[in-house]
């Protein structure tokens, strides 16, 4: 059974500051790592992908990846009220020519003013 | 900018009766997606389709679902009996294709079955 483990939260943190959102999975065949934003009753919204190693940024969002502790993470800095939703991680695996995602249940983030 | 649509945006049924979920993709994508979500957990891969016929699916994708591409625009979801327990927000995605091409979700439907 592969497995995407996210705390569920609530996570809080004031306007301004760093929130950290972490993510591990089960399958070390895993190719493609994803953060997705979900509100409340709407549909999710990818806001980073990241495939190798390291540190991938993009604006105030910094995705970093550990494949050896099999490790996924979200950085949003200058937090502000309009993050506050679930953060889902999403690691996919090849599919045909394409990939399927397997999610975790999300972290709530709320960012307080 | 395109983007996946779908209808309904709620759907109400009774147990037993057949729905019918439709999506429009976003046109140039080739690769097609249903997701489910049931109220407070998880987003759930169902099944995926590709060159008009299904590439892979779940196990929670049973022979009370199917789907289709009726025409050149369209993909729907089709539940047979409907049960208590598909009461859930269904998401259509579709992407280009690839490892690392993005999938692009739509709205959602939500049923609920009564």
């Known amino acids: 059974q592969k497995e995407v483990e996210q705390n569920s939260g609530p996570l809080s943190v004031p306007e301004g500051a760093i929130a950290s959102l972490n993510c591990t999975y089960s399958d070390r065949g895993s190719q493609s790592f994803f953060w997705y934003r979900q509100y409340s009753g709407k549909s999710p919204e990818l806001i980073m992908f990241?495939?190798?190693?390291g540190d991938k940024e993009d604006g105030r969002f910094t995705a970093q990846l550990n494949k050896a502790s099999q490790y996924v993470s979200l950085l949003i800095r200058d937090s502000q009220p309009s993050d506050s939703a679930t953060y889902l991680c999403?690691?996919?695996?090849?599919?045909?020519?394409?990939?399927?995602?397997?999610f975790g249940r999300g972290t709530s983030l709320i960012v307080h003013p | 900018e395109p983007e996946v649509t779908q209808t309904p945006s709620h759907q109400v049924t009774q147990m037993g009766q057949e729905v019918i979920l439709r999506c429009v993709p976003i046109?140039?994508?080739?690769?097609f997606y249903w997701y489910r979500q049931i109220l407070g957990q998880k987003v759930e891969f169902l099944v995926s389709f590709y060159n008009n016929e299904i590439s892979e699916k779940s196990e929670i994708f049973d022979d009370q679902f199917s789907v289709e591409r009726p025409d050149g625009s369209n993909f729907t979801l089709k539940i047979r009996s409907t049960k208590l327990e598909d009461s859930a927000m269904y998401f259509c995605a579709s992407s280009e294709g690839g490892t690392q091409e993005t999938q692009y979700f739509g709205p959602g439907t939500r049923l609920l079955v009564l």
């Open positions: 990241i495939y190798s190693n």
């Open positions: 046109s140039n994508h080739l690769y």
């Open positions: 999403a690691v996919g695996r090849a599919s045909g020519g394409s990939y399927i995602p397997t």
